[in-house]
């Protein structure tokens, strides 16, 4: 076979063979993962806050109240006082705070750390711890420890009723130093009480009072500020516009006071004190109300007449306090009763009769039936105010009688009659020594206001 005709006979099979061992092609390499990264969802917006102007907080308030006492005599209601408040207590729960003055305290026994010089026309006040129940059950959020009273028992009394009110929920103010905060809703809420009774938040420091009102507005979206001041009695109804006195004592200019309060932020102002009622106004949009009476006095305190009239004043304000609008319920107290809904609204018409005299256009419209509307008032002409008495920014309780109290006690004379004046710095000093705190550090300059509110305390803590 010739060599080509072998090739021909070979070169299939060759190619046969090749193709038998021709390798399989290495495959692709696998692509690489893509990564798919998943955004989380936006967090949502926070809600907006609330307008304050949109919200509402309904505020009931009333005078004073004493619902029995036991000292030194037993003078509590047949039934303990149980259905005391009864009557009134559906107007008090319906408010998203309801607020009173409490008169006296609330203590188990002691002896009063006020002294009487003739204990025949001396009141002194002291009701059962177990009394606090018929104030939670009436409904009070907060009571004023700011009053002639608070202390017939001494500091260390009116210090029982504030762990009393306290561990019953009840907020308190009166001492100095003493408010109250609390959330209603979602409103921050403080309440501040004054009166001219020494070591409480004292009316007669007009400055002090401003100041520490100021303090509050701008952390509180509510300022409530109450006040024990003006004088006493059945003819005391009109506000006279200028510095009261009672018994010789200093009650105070309550419209300087409430007036400047709200200047410096008060958003609602409650007077009791007088133990009748007094007229109302609104001023810059805020209600000022200059007495609600006796409210709730089962004994001691006459009632007869006017002065057992009282009204249930529940405002509106919005979130920013502005007054909304209100209502007048009014109660009248025949005894041995507690309070009961007067059918002849004599309170309410009391208030506007009141109202119109004093402010002539107190921009509250009285509307029958005893609910309350915003009014057009005219611009006010502005009070001229002695500066001599706006107070130095301090709690003031130097009065005569506190000093005739310390000098009784200690002695600055030499028993013939020789000695500083009472009052004097070279008296106070002489305090100080006797007290062996002349040389402490903590204790206030004696021309200052606060000497006596401080010197006041460290005394009460004294054995005597």
């Known amino acids: 076979m010739s060599n080509s005709w072998r090739w021909l006979v070979t070169a299939p099979a060759m190619l046969l063979a090749a193709c038998a061992t021709t390798p399989e092609p290495e495959p692709p390499p696998p692509e ?48 303990d006082g149980v259905g005391f408040l009864a009557d009134v207590t559906p107007y008090l729960a319906a408010a998203d705070l309801a607020f009173g003055n409490l008169e006296g305290v609330l203590v188990d026994g002691g002896e009063p750390g006020k002294r009487c010089s003739n204990p025949a026309a ?45 561990d019953a929920g009840i907020e308190h103010s009166g001492r100095v130093g003493d408010f109250a905060s609390l959330e209603v809703g979602d409103l921050k809420v403080a309440v501040l009480a004054y009166a001219v009774t020494r070591n409480s938040n004292m009316v007669l420091d007009y400055a002090y009072a401003k100041e520490t009102v100021a303090r509050f507005d701008a952390s509180h979206d509510i300022v409530i500020v109450s006040f024990h001041g003006g004088a006493e009695g059945r003819d005391v109804t009109r506000v006279p516009f200028a510095e009261e006195e009672y018994y010789g004592e200093r009650r105070g200019d309550v419209v300087r006071f409430a007036r400047g309060v709200v200047d410096a932020g ?37 009632v007869a007449g006017i002065k057992g009239v009282a009204p249930i004043l529940t405002t509106t304000l919005d979130g920013e306090g502005r007054f909304v609008d209100g209502s007048v319920v009014s109660t009248v107290q025949i005894r041995p009763a507690g309070p009961s809904i007067d059918p002849t609204q004599r309170a309410f018409r009391l208030l506007r009769d009141l109202s119109g005299e004093d402010f002539g256009t107190p921009g509250i419209e009285f509307v029958t039936g005893g609910q309350l509307l915003p009014a057009e008032r005219p611009p006010l002409e502005p009070i001229v105010y002695d500066p001599e008495l706006e ?22 004379g030499d028993g013939m009659g020789h000695g500083p004046d009472m009052g004097s710095d070279e008296w106070k000093s002489v305090i100080e020594f006797k ?17 006596c509110s401080w010197v006041d305390r460290y005394v009460d803590t004294l054995p005597r």
């Open 32 to 79: 690489p993962p893509v990564e798919v990264i998943v955004e989380p969802p936006p967090e949502p917006a926070p809600p907006p806050e609330p307008d304050k102007r949109d919200l509402r907080i309904t505020i009931a308030s009333v005078g004073d109240m004493m619902l029995g006492t036991d000292y030194p005599d037993n003078r509590l209601p047949d039934d």
């Open 435 to 451: 007290l062996g705190i002349r040389d402490d550090p903590a204790v206030p300059d004696v021309t200052s206001a606060r000497w």
């Open 266 to 302: 008060a958003d609602l102002v409650i007077g009791h004190g007088p133990h009748v009622v007094r007229a109302m106004e609104r001023y810059n949009d805020r209600l000022i109300a200059y007495s609600l009476g006796n409210f709730a006095t089962y004994y001691g305190i006459s």
């Open 391 to 412: 107070g130095d920014g301090g709690p003031v309780s130097c009065t005569e009688p506190w000093f005739w109290e310390l000098e009784t006690r200690f002695g600055t």
């Open 122 to 166: 001396c009141y002194r006040f002291r009701s059962p711890t177990r009394y606090v129940d018929h104030f939670v059950n009436a409904g009070f959020d907060v009571l004023s420890l700011a009053n002639n009273h608070a202390r017939d028992f001494g500091e260390s009394g009116r210090s029982m009723t504030m762990r009393v009110l306290a």
